[in-house]
């Protein structure tokens, strides 16, 4: 490999590196779940390109993609158990607030016919 495509992949590398840093901000501090759980999913697609990248640096391409493609799997599979959870969760929430104001009309009605 030529020093100048050697010194372009570390400088991607480094560019890459210095992006999930500032991922990190999002990660802590949210301001929501999904906030955390796309800044988390975005770092585990730039940490498996930056698997290639150092894959290229060694000359062990084979060897790095298979790890970028096993990360990016487990990445995957972790966002949409992310997903799913919070969906299930909203889910809860929305049938505890239709219960809980569906519960007050009824008192309220029957309120009303006791008068």
Same mark, same amino acid.
């Not at 480094?14 to 301001?31: D, E, H």
């Not at 906030?35 to 999913?41: C, E, K, S, W």
């Given at each position: 490999?030529?020093?100048?495509?050697?010194?372009?992949?570390?400088?991607?590398?480094?560019?890459?590196?210095?992006?999930?840093?500032?991922?990190?901000?999002?990660?802590?501090?949210?301001?929501?779940?999904?906030?955390?759980? #796309?800044?988390?999913?975005?770092?585990?697609?730039?940490?498996?390109?930056?698997?290639?990248?150092?894959?290229?640096?060694?000359?062990? #391409?084979?060897?790095?993609?298979?790890?970028?493609?096993?990360?990016?799997?487990?990445?995957?599979?972790?966002?949409?158990?992310?997903?799913?959870?919070?969906?299930?969760?909203?889910?809860?929430?929305?049938?505890?607030?239709?219960?809980?104001?569906?519960?007050?009309?009824?008192?309220?009605?029957?309120?009303?016919?006791?008068?």
């Amino acid at each position: 490999m030529e020093a100048i495509e050697h010194k372009f992949l570390e400088l991607t590398g480094l560019a890459l590196f210095g992006f999930m840093l500032l991922l990190l901000y999002r990660l802590i501090a949210g301001p929501t779940a999904i906030d955390r759980i #796309v800044a988390v999913n975005v770092i585990g697609t730039k940490t498996a390109v930056l698997l290639v990248i150092i894959g290229l640096l060694f000359e062990q #391409v084979a060897m790095f993609v298979d790890f970028a493609l096993a990360y990016a799997l487990l990445n995957f599979i972790g966002s949409l158990a992310a997903a799913r959870y919070f969906h299930q969760v909203r889910l809860r929430e929305k049938r505890a607030s239709a219960n809980a104001s569906e519960s007050a009309a009824t008192a309220s009605h029957s309120e009303h016919s006791q008068l």
